[in-house]
C-alpha cells in the first residue's frame, strides 16, 4: 500500500492547517478552559463546511471517507482545537450509514451536516441508562450511543454544569431516556454499526493525538533553540539533542499506523502483516498515545520550569496527551481488547 498522502488528503490537511492556524492561536485554546470549547471556533469550522465533510454528498456533506479524514484529524490535534469535531464527525458518518428512508433520521441529519447542531458519540455503551463521560458531551445537542441492544439518537440540552476535566475536555455524562430518543438500529446492526464507529473514533482521536505530538515537539525544538545558558542556546547541548532526536520517529510510527487503519477499515483489506481494520485502530490508539505521552513529557522537561506553570504552553499539550487516549478508559482494557482479536477473536463483544 503507499501510504503517501493524496491530492485530496493534501487539500484537506492545507485548508484545516491554514484555518486552524489563523483561527486557534495558543491563547484561544487556553481562554476556552476549563470548559475546552470555544462556539466561534466551531461556527467558523461550521462556515468551511467541516461538521459534514465525512458525511455523504447526497445529505449535503463532502463525500470523504475515513481515509481523507485523517488529515483533518491530526491537524485538529495539532492546533489543540476547543471543539468536538472529531466526536461530531464520527457520530454523522454513523447515524448517514443507517437506512435513508429512517424517519427520525432526515431532519436531524440536516441541522449535523451543516452544524447548526453539535454531535457525539459515545465510544463506550451505556450503563443503566447512561453514557458516561462522553466526549463533547458537555456541548452537544445529539448524543449516539449503543444503549443495551439499542443504538439510540438522543436530541437534548446538554448539561448546565459539566465536570472539569484534568485535559480541558468537554466531556459530561448524558442520559439516554427521555423524549428526544430515537432508536436508529437495534440487535446485531445496533452493535455492528456500534463497533464500527468507534473503530472510526480510535483511528481520529489517535491521529489527533499524532497532531499534538507533534505541535508539541515543535513547540519544544522552537525553545531550546531560543533558550541560552553559558552563553549558548540549550539545543547546542548534545543530552538534549538526544532526547529530542528520537521523537520523530515514534511521531511517524503512529502516523504511519494510523493510515494504515484508516485504509484498511475503508478498502476493507487486510494489511501486509494479515491485521485486520479494527485491529490496526487499536494499535494506532496504543501507539499514538504513548508517542503524546512521551513527546509532550520531553516538551515540559526542557522548558525547565516554565514547562510545569499554567502560564506556559508546554502544560496544554502535556494535560491533553493524558487525558484524551483515556476517554475510551483504562489503557490495560485496550490491550485487553487487542490481545482479544489478535489471539481470539471470539471472546471480542
Not at 463532502?62 to 495539532?78: F, K, N, T, W
Amino acid at each position: 500500500m503507499d501510504l503517501s498522502l493524496t491530492g485530496e488528503q493534501e487539500d484537506v490537511r492545507d485548508l484545516l492547517s491554514h484555518l486552524l492556524e489563523r483561527e486557534v492561536p495558543l491563547d484561544v485554546v487556553r481562554a476556552a478552559e476549563p470548559l475546552g470549547f470555544d462556539a466561534g471556533v466551531w461556527d467558523r469550522l461550521a462556515q468551511a463546511g467541516i461538521p459534514g465533510m465525512g458525511a455523504p454528498e447526497e445529505l449535503g456533506g463532502g463525500g470523504a471517507e475515513l481515509d481523507i479524514l485523517v488529515p483533518a484529524a491530526e491537524a485538529v490535534g495539532r492546533a489543540l482545537t476547543p471543539a468536538p469535531i472529531i466526536e461530531h464527525l464520527v457520530a454523522v458518518r454513523l447515524l448517514a450509514r443507517q437506512p435513508v428512508d429512517h424517519p427520525a433520521l432526515a431532519g436531524l441529519l440536516s441541522g449535523l451536516v451543516d452544524g447548526s447542531t453539535i454531535a457525539c458519540f459515545a465510544p463506550r455503551p451505556a450503563h443503566a441508562g447512561i453514557a458516561g463521560l462522553v466526549p463533547g458531551g458537555a456541548v452537544a445537542g445529539v448524543v449516539v450511543a449503543l444503549d443495551g441492544d439499542e443504538l439510540v439518537a438522543v436530541s437534548a440540552p446538554p448539561p448546565v454544569d459539566p465536570p472539569v476535566t484534568f485535559a480541558s475536555a468537554p466531556l459530561a455524562d448524558r442520559a439516554l431516556d427521555g423524549f428526544g430518543r430515537e432508536v436508529v438500529a437495534s440487535g446485531p446492526a445496533a452493535h455492528e454499526a456500534f463497533a464500527r464507529a468507534t473503530d472510526e473514533w480510535r483511528v481520529l482521536t489517535a491521529a489527533s493525538l499524532v497532531g499534538l505530538a507533534a505541535g508539541a515537539l515543535d513547540l519544544a525544538v522552537a525553545y531550546v533553540k531560543e533558550r541560552t545558558q553559558f552563553g549558548v542556546p540549550i539545543g547546542s547541548f548534545q543530552s538534549v539533542q538526544h532526547g529530542l532526536a528520537d521523537l520523530p520517529g515514534q511521531i511517524d510510527g503512529a502516523r504511519l499506523l494510523v493510515h494504515e487503519a484508516a485504509w484498511s477499515i475503508t478498502s476493507g483489506l487486510l494489511a501486509a502483516t494479515g491485521a485486520t481494520g479494527p485491529e490496526l485502530a487499536s494499535m494506532a490508539l496504543l501507539f499514538a498515545a504513548g508517542a503524546a505521552k512521551d513527546t509532550t513529557a520531553a516538551c515540559v522537561q526542557y522548558h525547565g520550569g516554565m514547562g510545569y506553570a499554567e502560564e506556559g504552553d508546554a502544560q496544554l499539550y502535556y494535560r491533553r496527551a493524558r487525558g484524551w487516549p483515556l476517554v475510551l478508559g483504562d489503557p490495560d482494557t485496550e490491550l485487553h481488547h487487542l490481545a482479544d482479536q489478535l489471539l481470539d477473536p471470539r471472546k471480542v463483544v
